[in-house]
Structure formats: structure tokens, C-alpha cells
């Protein structure tokens, strides 16, 4: 089983509408989540990080978390065409050095 | 604040050669930097932890006298890719983790390698 497993995609959604991404992870005491937005050619950039169960909300991005389940997701609101990009579900594995490993992402398409 | 700077953005070589990336945190020190690779349509994979004043671990199935990872200050590792194949092409990204702290990474904006 892969630490980080999400859906590849692509998932399409028109302008206006909610993009749901979804993620597990393997590891059960992993503590620490992250969502990365990744743009073709460039590097990841931060959108969400999520420590407890619940949800946490930061403008149109929601981060909902359930350990029991092993699940986290996020829910882009009012979606644009900008929002188009690959989306890294990313996770802190209780190791030593505390490493950080990705999900496969999803593609997300936003069109007009 | 909270920036990592990685040099070069891009490279091309021939087969054969030594290319150096830096990664560099620029206003804080980090204890611990990690570099990951990306081929394409595919998500970043962990390729080894550098800590600095010691050893790089490395994750399984990565060559370590291919990668060689040097962490000799709080603010600055630097990997390079010995003898550089065509397949070696990628697309290096670099983290670093604030002293302190084991929460987020902050990345670079990676280096692109082009082995021909």
C-alpha cells in the first residue's frame, strides 16, 4: 500500500462550481497534512496545512481531516479557471527525520 | 520570510558529466533539507534527507555515490548528480525544514536537468 494514495484525475468542474479532492494515507500516527497546488514546470506551493480532525477553512479552501478514517480532502469553492493545476496531497511521516512524502496528485480542470 | 533558493534553474549536459544543484535557505537556518525528484506527470519523489554536519540518508533504490548529497551549513545543501545519464534527466526539487521546527517544508523552485 502507498503512504499517500489519491485519484490521478483529471477531474473536471465547470467555473463557479465546488472541487472536491480526496486523499488517504497508510501511516495511522501521521500527525501532520498538507495540500501543495503544483503548476506544470514549477514547484509546489503551499495551500493548506491541517493538523486535527474537522474541518479548516482559509478563503475558497476547506481542509477536512478524519484520522479514524485515514482521509483528508479538500473542497476549492467557487472554482476558476486559474485553480487549474495539479493538487499534492502530502503527508509527515512519524519517522525520525519527520519526512514529508506525496500522493501522485490530482488534475484539476476548471473550465470557463 | 521562509525562502529557499535552488541554482541552477536549468541545466543541460552531456552524458557522462557532473552537474552540482544548490539549495540554499535563505532567511533561516534548517536542520534538515530534503531532495526529491519529478519525472514527468508524476508526483515528487523522496530521494534522500540531509542533514547538516552528517551523512545524507537516502531512500531505498537511491544510488548514494550517484547522488551526492552535502549538507556542510545550516543554510546551504548541495547535490550532485556523478556521471549523468540521459535517464538522470528530471526535475530536482529541494525543501528545508526551519530549525525547531517539524512541521512545514518550504521548497525551491527547482532545478531542471536535461542529460543528452
Known amino acids: 500500500q502507498k503512504e499517500v494514495e489519491q485519484n490521478s484525475g483529471p477531474l473536471s468542474v465547470p467555473e463557479g462550481a465546488i472541487a472536491s479532492l480526496n486523499c488517504t494515507y497508510s501511516d495511522r500516527v501521521s500527525q501532520s497534512f498538507f495540500w501543495y497546488r503544483q503548476y506544470s514546470g514549477k514547484s509546489p506551493e503551499l495551500i493548506m496545512s491541517?493538523?486535527?480532525?474537522g474541518d479548516k477553512e482559509d478563503g475558497r479552501f476547506t481542509a477536512q481531516l478524519n484520522k479514524a478514517s485515514q482521509y483528508v480532502s479538500l473542497l476549492i469553492r467557487d472554482s476558476q479557471p486559474s485553480d487549474s493545476a495539479t493538487y499534492l496531497c502530502?503527508?509527515?511521516?512519524?519517522?525520525?527525520?519527520?519526512?514529508?512524502?506525496f500522493g501522485t496528485g490530482t488534475r484539476l480542470l476548471v473550465s470557463p | 520570510g521562509a525562502v529557499v533558493s535552488q541554482h541552477p534553474s536549468w541545466v543541460i549536459c552531456k552524458s557522462g558529466t557532473s552537474v552540482k544543484i544548490e539549495c540554499r535557505s535563505l532567511?533561516?537556518?534548517?536542520?534538515?533539507m530534503f531532495w526529491y525528484r519529478q519525472f514527468p506527470k508524476q508526483s515528487l519523489m523522496l530521494m534522500a534527507t540531509?542533514?547538516?554536519?552528517?551523512?545524507?540518508?537516502?531512500e531505498q533504490g537511491v544510488e548514494k555515490d550517484k547522488f551526492l548529497i552535502n549538507h556542510a551549513s545550516l543554510t546551504l545543501s548541495t547535490l550532485t548528480v556523478t556521471s549523468a545519464h540521459p535517464e538522470d534527466s528530471s526535475f530536482y526539487i529541494c525543501?528545508?525544514?526551519?530549525?525547531?521546527?517539524?512541521?512545514?517544508?518550504?521548497f525551491g523552485e527547482g532545478s531542471r536537468l536535461t542529460v543528452l
Open positions: 540531509s542533514n547538516e554536519g552528517s551523512k545524507a540518508t537516502y
Open positions: 532567511d533561516f537556518q534548517a536542520t534538515t
Open positions: 502530502a503527508v509527515i511521516l512519524n519517522t525520525g527525520f519527520q519526512k514529508l512524502v
Open positions: 491541517i493538523y486535527s480532525n
Open positions: 525543501s528545508a525544514r526551519k530549525q525547531g521546527n517539524t512541521g512545514e517544508l518550504f
